[in-house]
């Protein structure tokens, strides 16, 4: 199928960008330009891979400026972040520190009569289906690694973001990055799946929507195509009697809000000590109280709409739900006046909430939290654990033991103790449940996208 993707920005409902869909037979030749152009990037040495792929990201840098713009325009991102660089930076120069640790051989033995070794070999050409939400960031946690490992990249960007793609792509070829070893595609689902079902790639990796997620694994069903899969999150904050309020409040507040609530680990539901719970909603309405909601590229902006009307509408019915179900909305949309029925969506914050509601099981991804009062730690393991999701959970507490226990006994990927919405990329970024599988960033994050080849050779006895 072709056609032609449109891009509406969530700034003034307008077409910001449209780009025709590959068709299927191009898209086939460009994967097997990728497959042809690999052998060549993969015999190179180590070191050479690794400053092409570190000048691409510093070629990105050096858009800075155009980059944040576009995001605004694309998903609303408020100019006053500075795009998403500074992580992009953080994650590219870590994953280029580790790599010839992370993809040395295992040596087992060097004698006379053997030598035995499990060495990393790259897959070949790599699929990297991205998001929109943080599209450089979730890109480039597989497409760095993938590429210093030696294997050719295709990417299929959101089609809310289109252009992120294509900024990324022209970095790395001025960068040095061969343009057939990572290659920028238009792809509609259809001609996606078909490529994934044809065995076309080596892995992919998918960052998105539980559905998609779904459908991406049905179609690499029996090819035995290894798949990573970052799928969504409902992410719980959990505040001890003995955390630091203020702290807790600034930090989970933002992690709720920041990006207009559309962060995968984003702070999506609050449970706090009974003892602190008056004093902690107080601070958190007075938090929500001073952003500022409007045009993303007015700098006095804090919060910028949601990506899409569609999304706000997500947030708007569940809360609407929740309170006909008896929750009490804290702020009134009318103190936010850029609240426009559409893509502006006023923050909110729901107390008086329960699990039977969806604005506290299924995931909002917008600026809505819901607070509940708990007796203590066994309550909210509980009902932190009450989800399909399984990103990141975020404990407050002046004690390292506790939160350890606490953690120990959580579903999720990633627990954060005095912190939250945060990816370190020396720690791997996983999930479990409804969140998917696999493994990026960290040493791990390149052996997801290498496999173990093992070497057993036997030395002529003279
Ligand atoms: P989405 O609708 O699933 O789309 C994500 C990407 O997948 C887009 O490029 C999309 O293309 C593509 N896609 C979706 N279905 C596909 C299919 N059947 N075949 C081929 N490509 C397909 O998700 P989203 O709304 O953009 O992103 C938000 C979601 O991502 C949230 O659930 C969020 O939690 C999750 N997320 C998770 C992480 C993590 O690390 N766990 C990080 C960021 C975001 P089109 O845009 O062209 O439809």
Same mark, same amino acid.
Request: proline share 5%; charged share 25%; with cysteine.
């Given at each position: 199928?072709?056609?032609? #993707?449109?891009?509406?920005?969530? #700034?003034?409902?307008?077409?910001?960008? !449209?780009? =025709?869909?590959?068709?299927?037979? !191009?898209? !086939?030749?460009?994967?097997?330009?990728?497959?042809?152009?690999?052998?060549?990037?993969?015999?190179?040495?180590?070191? /050479?891979?690794?400053?092409?792929?570190?000048?691409?990201?510093?070629?990105?840098?050096?858009?800075?400026?155009?980059?944040?713009?576009?995001?605004?325009?694309? +998903?609303?991102?408020?100019? *006053?972040?500075?795009?998403?660089?500074?992580?992009?930076?953080?994650?590219?120069?870590?994953?280029?520190? #580790?790599?010839?640790?992370?993809?040395?051989?295992?040596?087992?033995?060097?004698?006379?009569?053997?030598?035995?070794?499990?060495?990393?070999?790259? $897959?070949?050409?790599? %699929?990297?289906?991205?998001?929109?939400?943080?599209?450089? %960031?979730?890109?480039?946690?597989?497409?760095? &690694?993938?590429?210093?490992?030696?294997?050719?990249?295709?990417?299929?960007?959101?089609?809310?973001?289109?252009?992120?793609? !294509?900024? $990324?792509? $022209?970095?790395?070829?001025?960068?040095?990055? =061969?343009?057939?070893?990572?290659?920028?595609?238009?792809?509609?689902?259809?001609?996606?799946?078909?490529?994934?079902?044809?065995?076309?790639?080596?892995?992919?990796?998918? @960052?998105?929507?539980?559905?998609?997620?779904?459908?991406?694994?049905?179609?690499?069903?029996?090819?035995? @195509? &290894?798949?990573?899969?970052?799928?969504?999150?409902?992410?719980?904050?959990?505040?001890?009697?003995?955390?630091?309020?203020?702290?807790?409040?600034?930090?989970?507040?933002?992690?709720?809000?920041?990006?207009?609530?559309?962060?995968?680990?984003?702070?999506?539901?609050?449970?706090?000590?009974?003892? %602190?719970?008056?004093?902690?909603?107080?601070?958190?309405?007075?938090?929500?109280?001073?952003?500022?909601?409007? /045009? &993303?590229?007015?700098?006095?902006?804090?919060?910028?709409? +949601?990506?899409?009307?569609?999304?706000?509408?997500?947030?708007?019915?569940?809360?609407?739900?929740?309170?006909?179900?008896?929750?009490?909305? $804290?702020?009134? =949309?009318? /103190?936010?006046?850029?609240? /426009?029925?559409?893509?502006?969506?006023?923050?909110?914050?729901?107390?008086?909430?329960?699990?039977?509601?969806?604005?506290? *099981?299924?995931?909002?991804?917008?600026?809505?939290?819901?607070?509940?009062?708990?007796?203590?730690?066994?309550?909210?393991?509980?009902?932190?654990?009450?989800?399909?999701?399984?990103?990141?959970?975020?404990?407050?507490?002046?004690?390292?033991?506790?939160?350890?226990? #606490?953690?120990?006994?959580?579903?999720?990927?990633?627990?954060?103790?005095?912190?939250?919405?945060?990816?370190?990329?020396?720690?791997?970024?996983?999930?479990?449940?409804?969140?998917?599988?696999?493994?990026?960033?960290?040493?791990?994050?390149?052996?997801?996208?290498?496999? =173990?080849?093992?070497?057993? %050779?036997?030395?002529?006895?003279?």
């Amino acid at each position: 199928m072709s056609g032609t #993707i449109r891009l509406i920005s969530p #700034i003034d409902g307008r077409v910001y960008a !449209e780009r =025709p869909v590959l068709p299927a037979a !191009e898209a !086939e030749a460009a994967v097997a330009r990728a497959h042809a152009a690999q052998g060549a990037w993969a015999a190179l040495p180590l070191s /050479d891979r690794i400053a092409r792929v570190t000048a691409g990201i510093a070629a990105l840098e050096a858009m800075r400026d155009e980059i944040t713009h576009e995001l605004a325009w694309q +998903m609303g991102r408020p100019v *006053r972040y500075g795009g998403e660089l500074g992580g992009v930076n953080e994650r590219s120069a870590y994953m280029a520190r #580790i790599a010839a640790e992370a993809l040395a051989p295992t040596e087992i033995e060097d004698s006379d009569r053997f030598r035995r070794e499990i060495r990393r070999e790259a $897959l070949g050409v790599v %699929l990297v289906v991205a998001p929109w939400n943080y599209p450089y %960031l979730t890109a480039i946690n597989t497409i760095v &690694p993938a590429l210093i490992a030696g294997n050719a990249v295709v990417l299929k960007h959101a089609s809310q973001t289109l252009l992120a793609g !294509e900024r $990324l792509a $022209l970095a790395l070829h001025r960068g040095g990055v =061969p343009q057939d070893v990572f290659q920028n595609l238009v792809l509609d689902h259809a001609a996606t799946e078909a490529l994934i079902a044809a065995r076309r790639f080596g892995f992919v990796n998918f @960052t998105g929507s539980v559905a998609g997620g779904r459908a991406i694994e049905r179609a690499a069903a029996g090819t035995f @195509t &290894p798949v990573g899969l970052e799928l969504g999150g409902k992410d719980p904050g959990y505040v001890c009697a003995d955390a630091d309020l203020d702290a807790a409040v600034d930090g989970l507040m933002d992690g709720a809000m920041f990006n207009a609530g559309q962060c995968c680990c984003g702070i999506e539901r609050i449970y706090v000590d009974a003892r %602190l719970y008056d004093a902690f909603v107080a601070k958190a309405v007075d938090w929500v109280m001073r952003q500022k909601l409007g /045009d &993303p590229t007015d700098p006095e902006t804090t919060m910028g709409p +949601m990506a899409h009307r569609r999304f706000a509408q997500l947030v708007r019915d569940q809360v609407a739900e929740a309170r006909a179900a008896g929750a009490t909305a $804290l702020i009134d =949309p009318a /103190d936010f006046p850029a609240d /426009d029925g559409g893509a502006y969506l006023a923050p909110e914050v729901l107390v008086g909430v329960d699990h039977d509601m969806r604005v506290m *099981r299924e995931e909002s991804f917008g600026p809505v939290v819901g607070i509940m009062p708990v007796a203590g730690d066994d309550a909210a393991v509980r009902l932190m654990n009450d989800c399909a999701y399984g990103l990141t959970a975020s404990i407050w507490t002046s004690d390292p033991e506790r939160a350890a226990e #606490i953690g120990a006994r959580l579903e999720t990927g990633t627990v954060y103790m005095n912190r939250c919405d945060y990816l370190d990329p020396a720690l791997c970024w996983t999930g479990c449940k409804d969140t998917g599988r696999g493994a990026a960033l960290s040493n791990l994050g390149y052996l997801a996208v290498t496999r =173990p080849k093992s070497y057993h %050779l036997k030395k002529v006895q003279k």
